[in-house]
């Protein structure tokens, strides 16, 4: 395989995940590529996706909560059903709308290595207990792959119930974005201490990078908090303003402090890129394990 995969960064001997934000490798893909979700399923990539669920209990691959913004679809996602669906395509790029019994066959075979993210955009009130019981069905025995994240802490606290087996994320950091804007940074910081210390038993968290670099440059280390909660961090979501360029001394710069930190993922839609950009800035990158 290719060093170039975009599967990881490494500093000190200590990697770092990349992770491709809503299946994209480039930018230039469209977003829910079904052929980069079998790519990273082939080499055991970290990857996310988003879902909302569908009237039938089941899901499909979108960020909105209307088809037609994304879709040659039409009406809400949560008033379809499987059959209104099938036959869809993104309307960037014009691949197939990604169901959830897509997912489900995909999953089968993937590298053990593989880790994808279900960000959940649909509300517990919505997803309600025949989403749950989906959700329990299509992730079956690949439990291992897969990690369930959502804003509704209330969700994520029944994964915990329903779904044990299952890892979970939280993402406050809009919540620690808008304490910190109203109140200061030690509301900031009482945010994230809240956050950490919630009901959902979550084992990662998904943290804006800005907001970690921020909070590093006034004596907060949100990773070191974070890790010494017993949470994985993810920095979200670093990308090259010109990609064509390469990244720019600051942009590698923004990485290096992301990985000094300890961020253990960073999510990016520039996988390959972050990569081969680390690489000719003088650091190695070793095969995959």
Do not use: C
């Amino acid at each position: 395989m290719s060093h170039n995969s975009g599967l990881h960064l490494e500093l000190n001997g200590r990697k770092t995940r990349l992770k491709w934000h809503q299946l994209r490798k480039r930018l230039a893909d469209p977003v829910f590529s079904l052929a980069v979700m079998a790519e990273g399923f082939a080499v055991g990539a970290s990857m996310e996706l988003d879902l909302r669920v569908r009237a039938d209990g089941g899901f499909a691959v979108v960020h909105d909560d209307t088809l037609e913004s994304e879709t040659d679809g039409r009406g809400l996602v949560s008033a379809s059903r499987r059959e209104d669906l099938e036959g869809l395509r993104y309307a960037v790029g014009g691949e197939p709308l990604i169901l959830s019994e897509d997912l489900a066959r995909l999953l089968s075979g993937a590298h053990p290595d593989t880790l994808v993210q279900f960000d959940m955009k649909s509300d517990l009130g919505v997803i309600g207990n025949s989403g749950l019981a989906h959700l329990r069905q299509i992730i079956g025995a690949n439990a291992g792959n897969i990690i369930v994240s959502a804003t509704d802490l209330a969700l994520i606290a029944a994964m915990r119930e329903t779904m044990p087996e299952v890892a979970r994320g939280i993402d406050p950091s809009e919540d620690i974005w808008e304490a910190w804007e109203k109140d200061g940074f030690s509301a900031a910081s009482d945010a994230l201490d809240a956050a950490l210390a919630g009901p959902t038993a979550a084992g990662t968290i998904y943290l804006h990078y800005p907001l970690v670099l921020k909070a590093a440059d006034n004596g907060l280390d949100m990773i070191a908090a974070s890790h010494e909660a017993g949470l994985l961090v993810d920095a979200w979501t670093f990308n090259p303003a010109r990609p064509d360029e390469g990244l720019t001394e600051a942009e590698i710069e923004t990485v290096r402090r992301l990985l000094e930190l300890g961020a253990d993922q960073i999510t990016t839609d520039e996988a390959p890129l972050l990569e081969a950009a680390w690489r000719a800035a003088g650091h190695t990158v070793s095969a995959p394990d």
